[in-house]
C-alpha cells in the first residue's frame, strides 16, 4: 500500500515536470502544433497518473480508521474468556481496589473473580536486586497459570518498581492480548488501551 503512494507521488512530480516543461516551452513557440498537443497529452498523462495516488490514499485512509476502530474494539470489549492478572509488588496490596474496580465496569457483571482473576503479590516495603529472580519465577508461573484458562485477553493491573514492570511487559510481549490499566490520583482506575499497538 506505502508502496502505491510513493508510486503514485513519484508519477504525478514527474507528469508535473514535464508538463511544466511543455507549458513553459510551448509558449516560447506557440506557432508549432507539435508543443500544444504535448501539453495536452501532458495534461492527459497528470490526469491519468492522479488516479492510482488517489486510490492509494484513499486505501491509507481506510486502513487507518479500520486501525482505529480494531484499538476502540479491543480497549472496550471485555473479551468472551477473559482473565484478570493483577500485579501488586512493594507495599499495600491493589487486589481489593482492582475488584471493587471491575465490578463497576461494563462486562464484568458476570465474571468470576474467585476462577478468573491471577495474581502476584509481594507486600514488602523495599524490593531489591536480589528479589528479581524469585519475582520474576513468580509472574512466569502466574503466566502459566493464565495459558492454562486458555484466555482471550488478559486486564493487567500493576503496582510494582519500573525494572519488575518492564521485565512483566517481556513476558507478555508476545502472548494474549493485553489490555493494561493505570490507576490516574482522585480518578481511579483507567483503560489505557493494549499492549501492543
Known sequence: MKNNLFLGIFLVLVVALVSAGVFIWGHQSSE????????????ILGLIAFVPVLFAVTNYIQYIGLQKREL???RTLPGTSPVVFVVSIGGMSIINE??????????????????????????RKEIQESDIDGLLEKIHDAQNNIRAKAPDKIHLFVKAPVPVATMLGEVLANGIPTIIYHKQPNKGYQNWGALHR
Do not use: C, M, P, S
Open 72 to 74: 476502540q474494539k479491543i
Open 32 to 43: 508549432h502544433l507539435a508543443w500544444i498537443y504535448l501539453d495536452r497529452f501532458g495534461l
Open 98 to 123: 482492582v475488584e471493587a474496580f471491575l465490578r463497576q465496569t461494563d462486562g464484568f457483571e458476570d465474571f468470576n473473580f474467585e476462577q478468573r482473576v491471577i495474581k502476584v503479590e509481594d507486600g
